[in-house]
């Protein structure tokens, strides 16, 4: 859990745009650490992380989901029309 609470809190700085705050070593080590981290379970936990600080830790947000969290979701509509009084080539005049 240590490897977590170091990467979240480097996390934290590279999203701020505080690269002086990290050594070279450690903008290496959080960039090897970034594909091990690329979860959704991770970024829910990062995200009660940011709101409740290290007692994300303890409100059992460490668990896994059951299934991915979706980020969002395709629609298709069927339109009513053609609209072919716009021509046939969209964005052009």
Do not use: K
């Not at 379970?41 to 007692?55: C, I, N, P, V």
């Not at 409100?59 to 069927?78: F, K, N, T, Y």
């Amino acid at each position: 859990m240590a490897d977590v609470r170091w990467f979240f809190a480097a996390r934290q700085l590279v999203e701020r745009g505080d690269f002086r705050s990290l050594s070279v070593a450690d903008i290496n080590r959080f960039r090897d650490a970034r594909p091990r981290f690329a979860s959704a379970q991770m970024e829910a936990l990062y995200g009660a992380w940011l709101a409740y600080g290290e007692r994300a830790f303890d409100l059992g947000h460490s668990r896994a989901p059951d299934r991915p969290v979706l980020a969002a979701q395709l629609v298709l509509r069927e339109l009513p029309s053609t609209y072919s009084q716009f021509g046939s080539f969209p964005g052009v005049c």
